[in-house]
T-cell receptor, first 118, second 115 residues
Framework: AQTVTQSQPEMSVQEAETVTLSCTYDTSENNYYLFWYKQPPSRQMILVIR????KQQNATENRFSVNFQKAAKSFSLKISDSQLGDTAMYFC???????WGGGNKLTFGTGTQLKVEL | DSGVTQTPKHLITATGQRVTLRCSPR?????VYWYQQSLDQGLQFLIHYYNGEERAKGNILERFSAQQFPDLHSELNLSSLELGDSALYFCASSEDPWGGNEKLFFGSGTQLSVL
């Protein structure tokens, strides 16, 4: 079974600054995906960024980038030029690749509540 | 807007009752997933349906059941409700069941309160 650990329950950052959210995971799988989802006060789960484990290059999406360290089983999210709208709960999640028999189950971490302050 | 529609947004009921949560996936998506988000358990996978067939079960209680209809909408039935069933129930959909280039799109959830 896979586990995802987010050790930072809460974080805060000043507007326009950079913040990094940590995530570690445990798996015996070699092929998988990692995700960061954002849940603002509206409760909507929004996909922020996705990383395929077979790719060495770190994924980036505008102000969001990841630092994927496969050997260390670490997957951190960096938010640059933080904006007030980035205030949300951020969840790290794992999905086994090719999991047809087992379904595409997402295993989530416990989340990090990020507050962007003026 | 993710394109996934969940109704109702809020549901308040009493212990012992039965409720039905409804989900309409994005147009063209054949897979529907149900997740439960609670304070003590976090986000947990409940069940996955693909084109009307159950594909995977997670931590779903026997009091809970789901189905996916020919028009691809799905319903999650919760019966003999207990206080601990109070949670936010998410539905998500995707077009690819193979775990290949997978992206799940989530609805805005149904907040269930059992009093």
């Amino acid at each position: 079974a896979q586990t995802v650990t987010q050790s930072q329950p809460e974080m805060s950052v000043q507007e326009a600054e950079t913040v990094t959210l940590s995530c570690t995971y445990d798996t015996s799988e070699n092929n998988y995906y990692l995700f960061w989802y954002k849940q603002p006060p509206s409760r909507q789960m929004i996909l922020v960024i996705r990383q395929e484990a077979y790719k060495q290059q770190n994924a980036t999406e505008n102000r969001f980038s990841v630092n994927f360290q496969k050997a260390a089983k670490s997957f951190s999210l960096k938010i640059s030029d933080s904006q007030l709208g980035d205030t949300a709960m951020y969840f790290c999640a794992f999905m086994k690749q090719g999991a047809w028999g087992g379904g595409n189950k997402l295993t989530f971490g416990t989340g990090t509540q990020l507050k962007v302050e003026l | 807007d993710s394109g996934v529609t969940q109704t109702p947004k809020h549901l308040i009921t009493a212990t012992g009752q039965r409720v039905t949560l409804r989900c309409s996936p994005r147009s063209g998506d054949l897979s529907v997933y149900w997740y439960q988000q609670s304070l003590d358990q976090g986000l947990q996978f409940l069940i996955h349906y693909y084109n009307g067939e159950e594909r995977a079960k997670g931590n779903i209680l026997e009091r809970f059941s789901a189905q996916q209809f020919p028009d691809l909408h799905s319903e999650l039935n919760l019966s003999s409700l207990e206080l601990g069933d109070s949670a936010l129930y998410f539905c998500a959909s995707s077009e690819d069941p193979w775990g290949g280039n997978e992206k799940l799109f989530f609805g805005s959830g149904t907040q269930l309160s059992v009093l």
